[in-house]
């Protein structure tokens, strides 16, 4: 089985506040791996490490083969992230955020091109190329901003509760989206507040003060902790 | 009204807590004041000169001792030919070069008139204008002595009397002035862009839905500003008489009074800006860039208005900042009383009504659209 | 260097797109430049004197028209007492008050010896030292002509006494044109404030909206973020510089001497300095309200203490000190040289390589607080 992100023991501490306390856990390639924990577990320190934005004080973690400590350079090219803020630039049009992100990630003019057109297609927002971001309902901002985070083809992609605020219809369309990427073999590591959500996971971490306290498939979370819903495991787990 | 207060209130909290903005808010004041208040100044002390004497006789040396004795100069090099005094300039090694033709003295005691001349670097008027006024000064003092010696009849002499600064000190012109451009811009910028903040966050529009009306949640925004602004203004009247000795001759009620209104005008500009913006990077933008330089030179602050072209004299008419220096000058150092200043008091209150009526036109339409 | 570029046209595009934006970077900063070129200006003229004449005498009078006739004098008032002539000064309408006393002219004749009183305003103190200056310059004309009159024997006393007379001389200027130093300053001042206060808002506001999260996970280096935020606004900056200058030798005919790629030469490191510090401000503010207070009162100093209106040469030597930093006060100072004295490089160097210490400095410690910020 080939793992794409690692992490051993992974430890980070702002003073004498422990944020993500030893934890240990693998993530599969082409897996939907959900990341949960009530708010302040340490779900979002422990993704800033693993995407390299912020250094581990203890532990050892390696993501697409890259370890975070020394490579963190070489990670930002191979994995996408979404953050919870929506984070496209609402001052440039949709056109001109793609042609802005594809650039980053050096993607050449003609694949950009064409991706452009692919990736309008499949959102069915070709209309809207040269609106500005601003203007966009909130549901197709999101989908644009998962679209751009896997516009590189990374090998992961990070997204950081994508789902907030977002109506049922759009959530739908957006976890298609995600299954898509799936399907093509990128690994999605997700986190979430919405227990319906973790359904539609691969796997599911829960963390509990900053350590992971279940990992499991969510029919297997659901019979160890004897419950009929994913909602059941969480209130069990995080009430301790 | 109560929700009007509690309104200001959750304002104050916002302001209060952010420690780094109120130090800012209290301590960037004083200490400009201070740094310009012994900064700023017209007053030379020790500037460089050089001298070219090609004469070199006791009345020549004289004159040059009595120059450096003044305190404005100090004598930095002594040249032999023109060349030396052209290379000098282009190193910018002096301020000024006296030049004193040969035989000066014998020039002098013959009767005769006897030239000195004075160099000066052009390319800053300022310097040129105020040494070359120095020199003169020191050389007709040197003059009179000469003569003392044997008075001349029929002397008119005149007693100058300096009114309100006797000793002719800049701090007196630019404590109003740096004080104007404080209250000016920190009301003015803070009001526009706190507004544009919360437009920009999006919670205005959580406001709006309130049951506040949207002039009352205006309002609620700048009421503590008032206070900050005047708190601000204590100070630096504070400063500027306990360390720079500036006097405040006419009351000093009457002083916070006119603070009050000039601070109400920056406030109610502060709402007029905001409503043509929606970030706040723009709004500052136009708080700075309308705002800093026209209000430092067209208000009579640094340039006196009158030695201004006719059309940018009336141009100053709409600066808000001239009226409050004016003003300002006029209680502080002089000693009036509302009734020789109630004119300028009279247009400040106009424009801030004139600045509310546009705001609230404009704040009108983009609720209607 | 693709990404670069991309960065840069990218924070182009969002500085234009902003409505508010393209005229207060372009047409704004030109029409303040002609405008203010045409207020600042020292120069004292048409000073109003008023005299209260209690003598009402043939000499009383001539004096006055003595003022009347001077080019830098005008007749503002003839107070009848000593409180309307304090009045005069108090509602800035007279800014010399010539007092005359009763019996001058007699005293003059019976006592060889006459006394008067100049009541000057002094607020502003400069001014008013000019103003005294040029009151005591008509009185000393009319006491020699009257005493020539009176007794043309003075004469043959003071023989075997001659006068000094100063004669002074403007070099590069001299008519003393203010606008020729102060076209090159505003411009400067106001590039300043355009592009400080651009770059101190710039990254503080990506972080406030959280795109520089997003920023930071993609393979974007350190430097070509800094590179990719600094290069538009040293564009920005040369462009308004450029546009000012031909409009000031356009509309004020100022002379440009010196060699104009050395001005664009020092133009760059000048720009580069203020981006540094713009940039330091950004990355050490939390909110866009603090950057912007604190760019505002960094602006003050620069202006204030920048050798624009008052002379640097005049501070106390502490406060000389003060303005090695301030990218203006060097800015005023080798466009002065280079434009209307022609200085080389070699006479300016100095300048030069004050601006590249304080870009270098202030640079890098901005670039290590971004890093310190960004973990």
């Given at each position: ?22 934890i ?22 422990a ?31 191979h ?5 919870q ?26 694949v ?29 901002k ?6 751009l ?20 219809i ?22 979430t ?23 499991d ?19 069990k787990l995080?009430?301790? | 009204m ?6 200001v ?34 007053e ?8 070219w ?8 040396t ?38 004193i ?17 004075l ?29 003392d ?33 404080i ?6 910028m ?13 919670t ?54 006119l ?26 933008m136009?708080?700075?860039?309308m705002?800093?330089?026209?209000t ?6 640094i340039?006196?208005i ?15 900042a ?42 009108s ?5 | ?5 991309v ?5 182009l595009?969002q ?14 900063p ?26 009402h ?10 003022f009347a ?45 006459a ?27 009319f ?32 008519l ?10 505003i ?28 920023l ?33 030798k ?17 133009c760059?490191?000048n ?18 309200q ?14 204030l ?55 270098l ?13 960004g973990a």
């Amino acid at each position: 089985m080939e793992y794409v992100i690692q992490a051993d023991q992974l430890t980070k501490k702002f003073g004498s506040f422990t944020a993500v306390n030893a934890i240990s856990f693998s993530v599969k390639k082409g897996e939907i791996f959900g990341f949960l924990g009530a708010n302040g577990a340490g779900k979002t320190t422990a993704m800033r490490m693993l995407t390299g934005l912020s250094q581990p004080t203890a532990g050892q973690a390696s993501v697409a083969g890259y370890d975070v400590r020394t490579q963190p350079e070489q990670i930002k090219r191979h994995i996408g992230y979404m953050s919870q803020k929506f984070s496209l630039y609402e001052d440039l049009t949709v056109g001109e955020n793609i042609w802005f992100f594809g650039n980053i990630y050096g993607l050449s003019r003609s694949v950009i091109k064409s991706k452009t057109e692919q990736l309008l297609q499949e959102l069915q927002i070709g209309s809207v190329k040269k609106q500005l971001v601003a203007s966009l309902p909130l549901g197709w901002k999101q989908r644009l901003a998962f679209a751009l985070a896997s516009f590189h083809n990374p090998e992961i992609v990070f997204l950081d509760e994508p789902t907030g605020g977002v109506d049922p219809i759009t959530r739908r369309e957006f976890w298609e989206m995600i299954y898509a990427a799936a399907d093509r073999g990128t690994t999605i590591f997700v986190t979430t507040h919405y227990m319906d959500e973790a359904e539609y996971c691969d796997r599911v971490s829960i963390m509990v003060d900053g350590n992971i306290a279940a990992l499991d498939t969510p029919s297997g979370l659901k019979d160890s902790f004897e419950a009929r819903s994913m909602d059941e495991v969480f209130v069990k787990l995080a009430r301790g | 009204m109560k929700s009007f207060f509690a309104f200001v209130r959750k304002e104050f909290y916002h302001i209060l807590r952010d420690r780094r903005t109120l130090l800012i808010l209290f301590g960037m004041p004083v200490v400009q004041i201070i740094l310009f208040g012994y900064a700023v100044t017209n007053e030379f002390k020790g500037a460089d000169i050089g001298v070219w004497d090609q004469s070199k006789d006791a009345l020549s040396t004289e004159l040059i001792t009595r120059l450096e004795a003044s305190g404005h100069f100090s004598l930095a090099y002594t040249y032999q030919s023109r060349d030396q005094v052209e290379r000098a300039f282009q190193d910018a090694e002096i301020k000024m070069a006296v030049i004193i033709p040969a035989d000066f003295g014998a020039t002098y005691y013959s009767g005769r008139t006897a030239d000195i001349q004075l160099i000066t670097d052009g390319t800053n008027p300022n310097t040129a204008n105020t040494l070359v006024n120095y020199a003169s000064a020191i050389v007709q003092g040197f003059q009179r002595e000469q003569t003392d010696n044997r008075p001349l009849p029929f002397q008119i002499s005149v007693d100058s009397r300096m009114v309100y600064n006797p000793e002719l000190l800049s701090v007196f012109m630019f404590v109003p002035g740096v004080m104007t451009l404080i209250l000016m811009l920190v009301s003015a910028m803070m009001t526009s862009l706190t507004i544009a903040r919360e437009k920009e966050l999006g919670t205005m529009e959580l406001l709006l839905v309130s049951p506040l009306s949207p002039m009352t949640i205006i309002l609620g925004k700048v009421t503590p500003y008032i206070l900050l602004s005047l708190i601000n203004t204590v100070i630096i009247l504070a400063v500027s008489y306990f360390v720079f000795k500036v006097p405040i001759v006419g009351s000093l009620w009457l002083l916070l009074g006119l603070s009050l209104v000039f601070i109400l005008m920056a406030l109610a500009l502060g709402i007029l800006i905001s409503t043509r913006t929606t970030t706040q990077q723009s709004a500052m933008m136009i708080s700075l860039i309308m705002l800093m330089m026209p209000t430092m030179l067209l208000s009579g602050f640094i340039f006196p208005i009158e030695s201004m072209p006719v059309i940018l004299q009336y141009l100053s008419n709409i600066i808000p900042a001239k009226y409050f220096i004016i003003m300002l000058k006029d209680v502080m150092l002089k000693g009036s009383a509302l009734t020789f200043i109630w004119n300028e008091m009279v247009v400040l209150l106009g424009m801030t009504v004139f600045f509310l009526l546009l705001s609230w036109k404009n704040f009108s339409i983009r609720l209607g659209g | 260097m693709r990404t670069i570029l991309v960065l840069i046209r990218k924070e182009l595009l969002q500085v234009f797109r902003n409505k508010a934006m393209l005229p207060l970077l372009t047409v704004v900063p030109v029409v303040q430049l002609i405008v203010l070129s045409f207020a600042a200006s020292n120069e004292v003229k048409d000073l109003k004197v008023a005299i209260y004449d209690q003598d009402h005498s043939t000499y009383s009078r001539r004096l006055t028209q003595k003022f009347a006739a001077s080019t830098y004098f005008l007749l503002s008032g003839a107070p009848q007492n000593l409180q309307d002539a304090e009045l005069l000064l108090q509602k800035d309408e007279a800014d010399i008050v010539l007092l005359i006393p009763a019996g001058m002219e007699r005293d003059l004749y019976r006592l060889q010896r006459a006394d008067m009183q100049l009541l000057v305003n002094a607020v502003n103190g400069s001014k008013g030292g000019i103003a005294n200056g040029y009151a005591n310059r008509v009185i000393q004309d009319f006491n020699r002509e009257v005493r020539a009159e009176i007794a043309p024997q003075i004469l043959a006393m003071t023989a075997g006494q001659g006068r000094i007379e100063v004669n002074f001389q403007h070099w590069y200027n001299p008519l003393l044109d203010y606008r020729t130093f102060m076209v090159p300053g505003i411009l400067g001042t106001l590039v300043t404030i355009l592009i400080l206060v651009l770059t101190a808002m710039n990254v503080v506001r990506e972080r406030e909206i959280g795109t520089i999260e997003q920023l930071n996970v993609t393979p974007i280096r350190k430097y070509q973020l800094i590179l990719g935020k600094l290069l538009p606004f040293l564009l920005i900056g040369l462009f308004d510089l450029a546009i000012g200058l031909i409009a000031g030798k356009l509309i004020f005919n100022i002379p440009i001497i010196g060699s104009i790629w050395l001005i664009f030469g020092f133009c760059v490191l000048n720009l580069l300095a203020v981006l540094a510090i713009g940039m330091l401000i950004s990355t050490m503010a939390d909110t866009q309200q603090q950057a912007m207070f604190i760019a505002w009162f960094f602006m003050m100093i620069f202006i204030l203490m920048g050798g624009l209106f008052t002379p640097i040469d005049s501070m106390p030597q502490w406060a000389q000190y003060l303005t090695y930093p301030n990218p203006i006060a060097h800015f005023v100072e080798v466009m002065r040289q280079v434009m209307l004295k022609g200085s080389t490089f070699a006479d300016v160097q100095e300048h030069f390589v004050a601006m590249a210490i304080v870009s270098l400095f202030f640079g890098t410690l901005a670039v290590w607080t971004y890093r310190k910020t960004g973990a």
